[in-house]
T-cell receptor, first 111, second 110 residues
């Protein structure tokens, strides 16, 4: 199971674009990259998942370089409500494997 | 709203007691997994059930056990509670890999 490394915390301001980078040097060929968001005392919420290049949805974009050893979650024009912990997970999330959750990145958005 | 519910929301037990936590999966999801999340840490995988059979387990002792019912709802049972069992317990249901988490049960062991 591939391990991930992400910053422990980040600060930004309302209206800014925030990029959180995750390193996963041991990513395997079949592994996907998945990001979750978690607010205090709530369960994590799926944000986005990708395998290579770029993925975009209504909430975020995920940039994955060709070597797939890192990925960047991009949150456009953040608001105070984006203050949360963001987790990067790498693996094949089916019935035979379980993803390893690190401590995540605590993102604080200031007014 | 993920459609996954958990009960109770909060629970206080004393060391040595037993506890049962419940999870109602999102409709149609045949896989449920349970996680323990200590304060300031990421969720730690406890075990997973697929169609009523346990098919994956993390590094937790046998006093952590579970059940999945025909309607895909699930229970987590913890025997002989220890102080370190105090945590947020999360369940997540899934169908194709993407997990939908419930709000969690906050367990405090005194």
């Amino acid at each position: 199971l591939a391990k991930t490394t992400q910053p422990i915390s980040m600060d930004s301001y309302e209206g800014q674009e925030v990029n959180i980078t995750c390193s996963h040097n041991n990513i395997a060929t079949n592994d996907y990259i998945t990001w979750y968001q978690q607010f205090p005392s709530q369960g994590p919420r799926f944000i986005i998942q990708g395998y290579k290049t770029k993925v975009t949805n209504e909430v975020a974009s995920l940039f994955i370089p060709a070597d797939r050893k890192s990925s960047t979650l991009s949150l456009p024009r953040v608001s105070l409500s984006d203050t949360a912990v963001y987790y990067c997970l790498v693996g094949v999330d089916d019935s035979n494997y379980q993803l390893i959750w690190g401590a995540g990145t605590k993102l604080i958005i200031k007014p | 709203e993920t459609g996954v519910t958990q009960s109770p929301t909060h629970l206080i037990k004393t060391r040595g007691q037993q506890v049962t936590l419940r999870c109602s999966s999102q409709s149609g999801h045949n896989t449920v997994s349970w996680y323990q999340q200590a304060l300031g840490q990421g969720p730690q995988f406890i075990f997973q059930y697929y169609r009523e059979e346990e098919n994956g387990r993390g590094n937790f002792p046998p006093r952590f056990s579970g059940l999945q019912f025909p309607n895909y709802s699930s229970e987590l049972n913890v025997n002989a509670l220890e102080l370190d069992d105090s945590a947020l317990y999360l369940c997540a249901s899934s169908l194709t890999g993407k997990k939908y988490f419930g709000p969690g049960t906050r367990l405090t062991v005194l």
